[in-house]
């Protein structure tokens, strides 16, 4: 693939209306072409960043349902300024797009998959990543029925994932990449496992951030990982800490966002209760 793809990406910026740039890269985070205007330090960072979230989101697709089939369809990042999305461009390749937070976000879809198939001659794979299957090493897939033990249980955390049908669960990290919480049934490894990867995802979801065109840095707000068989969200929870939380294919998702971001609120300190005790 040469750099001279770079012209068919422009097919995005000037079609959809607030859309400012286009980025294909490959999986090992190599950049393939880029819109015009984009520094060529940025379109490396973008590069680099997006090829680590995918390895990372490939690892812990077991969170969102133990399925046999676990592909990764689309990465959406929302930060304060704008939007990313993050599409398959067939074997070893992705396509990202950034936008104003006023897109329209079906037609922006729009654009990038009919470029995909515009690429197809040069990129012959479907645009899926089979996510794989999850091993603890013990011959399990998905470790979540052990207790994970007094004092770890957010009981906030509980009530939205039994409100919402579909949702699994649900991971309260501190600052420093740490779980301080969980909804009941998932183990404290698999807990640990998550958090280790979510921390690796929200660094390379932030470090995007100029991409969308912003002259600084601006609030990173969530992260939404979309796969075959369930969803997987990660959003700001204040104080530098975030949630992390999964869903089912056919889970109520936008009433599971509204109730995980209303949640927030009630898991800092002195307002959640875990395990049964004030934090």
Not at 14 to 32: C, E, F, M, Q
Not at 219 to 229: A, G, K, M, N, S
């Amino acid at each position: 693939m040469s750099a001279d793809l770079s012209w068919m990406l422009e097919d995005i910026v000037r079609n959809v209306p607030k859309a400012r740039h286009a980025v294909l890269l490959s999986a090992d985070g190599l950049p393939r072409g880029a819109t015009e205007g984009l520094p060529a330090k940025d379109v490396r960072t973008i590069s680099a960043a997006m090829a680590g979230m995918q390895s990372l989101s490939r690892a812990i697709a077991h969170f969102a349902g133990d399925a046999d089939e676990r592909q990764w369809a689309q990465t959406i990042i929302e930060f304060e300024h704008g939007w990313i999305f993050l599409i398959g461009a067939g074997q070893g390749a992705y396509l990202a797009a950034a936008a104003a937070p006023e897109v329209d976000m079906q037609q922006i879809s729009f654009r990038m998959h009919r470029l995909v198939a515009r690429l197809g001659d040069n990129l012959t794979s479907p645009p899926r990543v089979d996510a794989g299957k999850a091993d603890d090493g013990d011959g399990t897939r998905d470790r979540t029925t052990t207790s994970p033990g007094t004092g770890f249980v957010l009981d906030v955390l509980d009530e939205v994932v039994r409100d919402v049908h579909g949702a699994r669960h649900a991971v309260l990290l501190g600052g420093d990449g740490l779980p301080r919480g969980a909804t009941s049934g998932l183990s404290r490894d698999l807990a640990d496992t998550i958090a280790a990867a979510m921390t690796g995802i929200h660094a390379y979801s932030r470090v995007t951030s100029p991409f969308t065109g912003a002259a600084a840095e601006s609030e990173w707000r969530q992260t939404v990982i979309e796969f075959e068989h369930g969803w997987i969200f990660l959003i700001a929870a204040g104080r530098g800490a975030f949630l992390a939380a999964a869903a089912d294919r056919d889970a109520d998702i936008e009433d599971f966002s509204t109730r995980l971001h209303g949640v927030v609120p009630r898991l800092n300190p002195g307002h959640a209760r875990v395990g049964g005790d004030d934090a």
